[in-house]
T-cell receptor
Framework: QQQVKQSPQSLIVQKGGISIINCAYE??????FPWYQQFPGKGPALLIA?????SEKKEGRFTISFNKSAKQFSLHIMDSQPGDSATYFC???????????FGTGTQLKVEL | GAVVSQHPSWVICKSGTSVKIECRSL??????MFWYRQFPKQSLMLMAT?????????EQGVEKDKFLINHASLTLSTLTVTSAHPEDSSFYIC???????????????FGPGTRLTVL
């Protein structure tokens, strides 16, 4: 019940295209859903996050869509750039911001 | 703001020796710090949660006597891998949560990671 399932495992997108990564969870107690970007040999960096009281959040080229009834959320990267090539992790946590439960990661490659 | 540093960034040691990794929150006070382990092309696995001034809480399957965690101040936590063996080789990442909550909602800020190689 603590798992967060993430798909796809890897993704190749052409420059300028839209990258979409999906996550699903079971634990209805989760109330905070961040996305992290990780480059090789570096720690994860917060990209964008959402709470379940909103269905969408947009920051620049990055948008989270949240479907509470389906217990799913997704990351959309618009106008994908080669510099976006990285591994993306979705995560979830319960109130109080304690343990983060991470998805399995998506390796994104944006080709020219 | 919200910068977390780790030292060293990489370390190579001989089997049987102990290695200490430091995690510091540079511009905020962290009530809680977390230690993760990440194998190549895999996700982050939480090892333990440490609160300043108290004993760390270890995740199931993590040997507390092997991975010693000390959180002596609001800006420093250390992870010591005792009697390291090749199977302990991994990427160790810490994160810290801002005490004041003035930043993102209970957000964890991650350090750059420490690559440990045990020969």
């Amino acid at each position: 019940q603590q798992q967060v399932k993430q798909s796809p495992q890897s993704l190749i997108v052409q420059k300028g295209g839209i990258s979409i990564i999906n996550c699903a969870y079971e634990n209805t107690a989760f109330d905070y859903f961040p996305w992290y970007q990780q480059f090789p040999g570096k720690g994860p960096a917060l990209l964008i996050a959402i709470r379940p009281d909103v269905s969408e959040k947009k920051e620049g080229r990055f948008t989270i869509s949240f479907n509470k009834s389906a217990k799913q959320f997704s990351l959309h990267i618009m106008d994908s750039q080669p510099g976006d090539s990285a591994t993306y992790f979705c995560a979830a946590t319960t109130g109080g911001g304690n343990k983060l439960t991470f998805g399995t990661g998506t390796q994104l490659k944006v080709e020219l | 703001g919200a910068v977390v540093s780790q030292h060293p960034s990489w370390v190579i040691c001989k089997s049987g020796t102990s290695v200490k990794i430091e995690c510091r929150s540079l511009d905020f006070q962290a009530t809680t710090m977390f230690w993760y382990r990440q194998f190549p092309k895999q996700s982050l696995m939480l090892m333990a949660t440490s609160n300043e001034g108290s004993k760390a809480t270890y995740e199931q399957g993590v040997e507390k006597d092997k991975f010693l965690i000390n959180h002596a101040s609001l800006t420093l936590s250390t992870l010591t891998v005792t009697s390291a063996h090749p199977e302990d080789s991994s990427f160790y990442i810490c994160s810290a949560r801002d005490r004041s909550g003035r930043l993102y909602y209970n957000e964890q800020f991650f350090g750059p990671g420490t690559r440990l190689t045990v020969l």
